[in-house]
C-alpha cells in the first residue's frame, strides 16, 4: 500500500491544475482502496460549509454541493478532526441523506479530516455500497493520504489557485517587529538575464577568477540549502534540478573552460555567458530528447551564476520611494545594506521572531512580519498595509481598512512622542530603584551606535555583521578603526565587545559552514577556538580600540563548558600581552559569558571566580531550553519567550548570581520587550541591554511602575504552567496600568 499511496502522490504533484490533481486523486483512491466512491471537500470557514471539490462515485455535474459545518457524518468529521469509520452509516445518529448528491446506493463510510498546520481544511471520505469496516491499514492509507494533500491544498490555496472566501482576507504571518507600515510591496524577481551580459574585458584577470569561484561557491551553498528546505516536498522533479545544477557546477570541464575563458581576458560575467551559451546549444543539438531539454537547465544555471556574481558585488540597493520589501529569506546582512529610510515594512516568506534578520528589524524599528505565505507574482507593486503587531498583511486594503489603520499610525506617533520626552534621563522606577539601560548594537554596521545618549552605556555590541558584509577577514587594522569608533562614541561609558558569534543562521559569504544542525554546531566560541588566529586578532583589535577611553569590557558567546572558557581566557591573556607591550596604557578588560547554553545555568557556580560579569542570551537560551530552532516558522508557536521554564530559569540564574556577587545583565530580546523588561526587573535584574527602539518605551514604563508590583507579578509568574497565563497576566496589568498601547492585540 505504501507504493501505491507514493505513486498516487506522485502522479498527484505532477498536475499543474489542482482541479484536475484533485480528480485524479479521487479517482486512484477508489482504485488503491477497491471502493466505488471517493469524494474530497474543502472547508470555507467564512461560510461554514464544506464544499464538494471532486468526486468519483457521487452524482456530481459541477454544480456547487455545500455541506454545513453542522451537519451530517462530513461535518462531524471536521467538527471533531478525527477519523470516522463506519460499516452501516445509516445507523450512525449524525447521519443525514443528502438527495442531491446520490448517496442512497452507499453503505459503508470512511471519512478522515485534512489538517495542515492544525486547520481542518477539509474532509476525504471513501463509501461502498456494501457494509464494510475499512481496517486499520486502510484507514492510515487514508490519513496518510489526507495529510500529503494538505500540503498540495495550502499550497495551492496560497497561490490563489481558488478561492473559498468571499470577503478580504488579511494574510497571517509571525509578527517579528511591531508597527503599521502602509505602502507598496516590491519583491526583487529582477533576476540578472545571461542576454544582457554585453562583452567586456577583466581589468583585474586575478580578482575575476577569485570572483567566480566566490559565486560558484555561493551557488552551491544555496542549492544544497534549497535542496534541504524542500527534501520534505513531493514534487521530486523540483529536487533533482538542484541536484543537476550542484553536479554542473562541480563538472571539471565546466570550471576549466571558465577559467580559461578569463585567462583570455574576459570580464567573469561576460565568460559566463558564453561558456553557458556553448554548453547550452551543445546540449540543444544532442539526439536525445531528455538531454535535448537539459539545455534549458544548463541556461537557468547560469542565471543562478550570474545573480551570485552579481550579489558578491554588494550592490546597494536602491528605490525610487520607500517600500514594503518582499524576500524569500530576510538575512541580517540583506537588511543592513539597504538604508532605513527606503524600507517601511519587511516581509519575509522564511524564518520567525528571534531570527537575527527579526532582531534587526526591531533595532532598526521597521515593522516586520516573518513566515508567510504568499503569492509573490500577485503583489508587486500593489499598495498594502503590514501590521507588525498582529503579523497581518492586507493586500489593496479597502479604504475603510486603510483608514483604520492610519488612526493606528497616527496613535503610534503621538506613543513614540510621549515616551520620547524624557529618554536623555537614567532609569528610575516610580519608586526610585535605579535600572540600568544599556544598548545592544552593532547590527548594522553601526550608523545607530550614535543615536542613544540617553542609555547607560552599550550591554552587548555584536560584532559579527561587519565580517557579515566583508568578502574576506576584516584585518586587525580595520577592526580596530571599527571597535575605536564605538567607544569613542560612549567615552565615558561601558562598552561590551562580544567576540565573533558566526555560525547559526549567520553565515560569512567567504566561509560557507554546511552542516545539518547549525545551531547546534560550529558555532561561536567554538569556532573562534578552532580559529585561534581570527580570535586573537580580534581580541587585540578591541584592546588598541580601547587605549584612550579604556572603557571595554569583552564577553565570550556560546560558552557550554569550562574548557571552552579557561582556553578563550589563555588566548585573551595573550593578547593582552601583546598589546600591552606596545602600548603600556591599554587597561586590561573585564571578561565576561554569555549565558546562552543551558548548561551554564549549573556550571556558574564554578566559574564564576574566572570570570567579572554574565550576560543572558535569552534568544538561544529559550531556544536551546526548549528545543526549538529560532528561526524556523514551522516551531514559532513552540518558542515562547514566556515558556515557564524561561522564566524558572531566568530567576534561577539572577539568584545564583547574586549569590556569587557576580554582576549579571539580559541581553536578549526579552530585556526590550515591553513586558519582557518588566517582568525580568520584578524577577530581580537591574541591567538589561536592548536595541535602541525600545529604549524610550521601556524608560517609560519603568518611570510608570514600582518595583514592588513587579516583584509580585514575577512570584505569581513563577507558579503558573503555561506561558500563555503568564502573558495574560501581564497584559492585564498593561492595560490596569494604562500601557495597552505598548502591546496591542495579537503580539505573541
Ligand atoms: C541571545 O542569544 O539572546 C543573544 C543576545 O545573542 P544573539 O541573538 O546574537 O544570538
Ligand atoms: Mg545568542
Known sequence: MLSQLRDIVEQVSRVENVHAALQLLVKQTCLAMHTECCTIYLANEEMQRLELMATQGLRFHGNKIHINFSEGLV???????????????SKHPNFKYFSQLGEEVYQS?????????????????????????????????LVTLAAQLAVIIAHAQTQGQWRLEKTQQAIRGIPASSGVAIGQFWWDNSQPLLSDVSPASALDIEREQEWLLLAIEAALTDFRRMRKKLDSEINKDTL??????????????????????????????????QVVETYSSRFARMSDTYLRERAQDVRELGQRLLYFLHNTENEQQTFEQPVILVVR???????????KDQLLAVISLEGAANSHAAILSRALGIPAVMGVSLNLNTINGKQGIVDGYSGKILISPSRQLLKEYRALANEERELANMVNQRIEEPAYTSDGERIEVLLNAGLSADANIAVNQGVDGVGLYRTEISFLLQHRFPSEEEQTHQYKSVMATYPDKRV???SLDIGGDKALPYLPIEEDNPFL??????????????????????????????????????????QELDDALLLIE?????VVAINASIARPQVGIMIEVPSMLYLLPLLADKIDFVSVGTNDLTQYLLAVDRNNSRVSNVYESMHPAVIMALDHIYQTCKQLKLPVCICGELAGDPIGSLLLVGLGYRSLSMNTSNVAKVKYLLRH????????????????????????????FFELKGFSGFIRAGKK
Not at 329 to 339: D, K, N, Y
Not at 574 to 578: D, F, K, L
Request: net charge negative; aromatic share 8%; hydrophobic share 45%.
Open 240 to 273: 533533482a534540478i538542484f541536484d543537476l545544477f550542484t553536479h554542473l557546477l562541480n563538472d571539471p570541464m565546466l570550471r576549466k573552460d571558465l577559467k580559461a575563458q578569463i585567462q583570455k581576458g574576459d570580464r567573469a560575467d561576460w565568460a559566463v555567458r
Open 75 to 89: 461535518g462531524l468529521v471536521k467538527r471533531s478532526a478525527e477519523p470516522l469509520n463506519l460499516a452501516e452509516a
Open 705 to 732: 511602575t514600582r518595583v514592588d508590583e513587579l516583584e509580585s507579578l514575577a512570584s505569581q509568574a513563577l507558579t503558573q504552567p503555561y506561558g500563555n497565563n503568564i502573558y495574560a497576566m501581564m497584559q492585564d
Open 329 to 339: 529569506e530576510l538575512t541580517a546582512s540583506l537588511l543592513a545594506s539597504i538604508p
Open 574 to 578: 595573550q593578547a593582552y600581552s601583546e
Open 109 to 141: 463510510f470512511l471519512g478522515t479530516p485534512i489538517i495542515h498546520r492544525k486547520q481542518v481544511l477539509g474532509v476525504l471520505v471513501v463509501q461502498q455500497k456494501e457494509p464494510r469496516l475499512f481496517d486499520e491499514m486502510e484507514e492510515s492509507f
Open 496 to 498: 561590551v565587545m562580544r
Open 521 to 562: 554546531g560550529w558555532r561561536g566560541i567554538r569556532f573562534t577556538l578552532d580559529h585561534p588566529d581570527i580570535f586573537l586578532m580580534q581580541i587585540r583589535a578591541m584592546m588598541k580600540a580601547s587605549a584612550e577611553t579604556q572603557n571595554l569590557s569583552i564577553l565570550l558567546p556560546m560558552v557550554s563548558g569550562a
